[in-house]
């Protein structure tokens, strides 16, 4: 997978690159793609994303993680589309969710990542069933990379 990362924060996020390319190869693998895919992360700080929410989603509040999916259906990134979006990723919040969810740092990006990723590739957790998928998908994905005890 062709990861492009953004940083606009005054954080060292250059470590991210090979854990996201680690993570983007396993989801390609699991989710048996035909092709190479390419997403955008972008780093930013709470009241970036409370602007980007806001304005883009109707939401009035910071949050962890936005993605904004090229296509929503997983079938059509099969069907050829190689470019599966953008990613924001709150770097306050990770912080705040790392400690307070008793992992590390590392980890709770990854987590991020990874599931924006699947947002991108058509997964969603507004149902029950859906949200049961998704989330065994990010643990099937990302525990082998980042474990949960990873400090």
Known sequence: MEITIYNRTNEDVQGYQALFEKIGAAAEKQLHLSQTCEISVTFVRSAAI????????GIDRPTDVISFAINDSPDLIDDGEKDLGDLFININYARRQAKE?????????????????????????MKPEDEK????????????????DDQ
């Open 101 to 125: 969810y008793g992992h590390s740092l590392k980890r709770e990006v990854c987590f991020l990542f990874t599931h924006g990723l699947l947002h991108c590739l058509g997964y969603d957790h």
């Open 50 to 57: 409370h602007k980007i929410n806001r304005d883009y989603r």
């Open 133 to 148: 998928v998704m989330f065994a998908l990010q643990e099937k994905i990302l525990d082998p990379i980042v474990p949960r």
